[in-house]
């Protein structure tokens, strides 16, 4: 009787039981101020993720660690999104691949997550800048360079706390690009708090921790003709095109603008171009194949102004064929990727000796020559 008394009293309306849930609450808050911190991140990205697609918390997390334990050495970073993460066997097989072509084991980190926009790279890298030391592969796309600035000011949310930490250059792009921005706190949880409440019910519901795992696109069947001729692939495929030209001056500049942070923190960058199924090519014609060339240009130019080493035309290199993607931009057969993670170890490894022009020729059957 004394408990359902207890418990009668607590639900009742009264000020006691309001200050009652207030103090529980405020103790909770305090809990989490005080608990959830970079390295507690780094350790349980886990039980952040919402599903197992949500891959932005293990970028997170692997991101911090990086940062909070860099290797005493060199290593090579690529940042990416899932095209990236869908045409690379393996973590260790690239780097395989990698101390093959430079002759020694270097650490090779791919920091990878679907949908992945420029602010996210500039966050990512911004985290390591200072604190490592070697090569920075960024990959590059016609998708982040149509990125609107009209897009990020209507839609901040998708931008500003995609990512368990705070960036002071991507809250600098952030504000050239018209966000109004709220001030930091200075506390971790505090700073970063709307990542955390977006993914609340993870943490209070002590369930199984859903782990990402890599190729989860490879349950999905190939495109067909029909497919890519639907509108939905359309709005995906062509969807770019409307805003690139107005826009790609001022992702440019924030290209720029990562760059020349690498090269004071004593980084290597380099730029990757996205890969891309041959299908996407065969399918366009007039306008929409002279707007895809005229972006591979501007790509071309802004890493030579740069005097950065650009990597291309990896389908060509690596001999993919349209039979071996998913869709557009996903890698689906291991033997493709297994090509394409060699080709890319050793287009890395020429970057990093110096090499600034991988324009390729092809041959006969695809060969590179």
Known sequence: MRWAALVAGLRADSLAAIVGALVVCAGWIAFAAWKVTPGWVAAHSALLTTGIHDELPELGSKTLALALSPPSGRMIVLVGDSSLREAVTTESDLASCMAKEIGHPE?????????????????????????????????????QLSMSPATVRETPEAFVHSLPFVSDACREELTKAGVALPPLLHNYFFDNYPFFAARIDSLVRFRPAYRVQPHFLDEHAPWTMHEWRSRPAAVRLRGWEATYRQSRDVNFGIYARMLGRLRMAGLQPCLLRMVENPQTELLCKGPELRLRQEYAEDVRRFAKSQGVPLIEDLEKIAELRPKDFTDYVHLRTNAARVRYTACLARCVAEALNGRTDFQVKVGRRGHRQ
């Not at 602010?119 to 070697?134: C, N, T, W």
């Open 107 to 143: 650490p090779t980190v791919m920091l990878t997550a679907g949908g992945l926009t420029i602010f996210d790279e500039v966050a990512v890298l911004d985290q390591l800048s200072g604190r490592i030391h070697g090569a920075v592969v960024v990959e590059i796309s016609e998708f």
